[in-house]
Nanobody
């Protein structure tokens, strides 16, 4: 069975940085290497939104509000996907989730809280 688990959240002041990690367990290397892995976030009272996508060997995709500040990267040998977040803003405060489509299902991690104070 495949599981996703995020880590690395925390509280920072505006302008600070955090690096989130998503560890994918139970997925064989060849599948992980080519699989789409997404980072979503959900702020209080708002809908969950897609923040960044890692697409196998293609260039990553970001929403406009994080372009130039967030960087998604992948370590295939560690079955991990990272989200480096720099220049954090209070509006980045949210629970961050990693998500992967796999075997016809959408798999989600439990999320990690990011809080940015002004």
């Amino acid at each position: 069975q495949v599981y996703l688990r995020e880590s690395g959240g925390g509280s920072v002041q505006a302008g600070g940085s955090l690096k989130l990690s998503c560890r994918v367990s139970g997925m064989i290397l060849s599948v992980f290497t080519s699989n789409v892995i997404n980072w979503y976030r959900q702020a209080p009272g708002k809908e969950r939104e897609l923040v960044a996508t890692s697409i196998g060997g293609s260039s990553p995709v970001y929403i406009d509000s994080v372009k130039g500040r967030f960087t998604i990267s992948k370590d295939n040998t560690r079955r991990s996907v990272y989200l480096q977040m720099d220049g954090l803003k209070p509006e980045d405060t949210a629970v961050y989730y990693c998500q992967a489509p796999y075997s016809g299902k959408d798999l989600w991690g439990p999320g990690t809280q990011v809080t940015v104070s002004s």
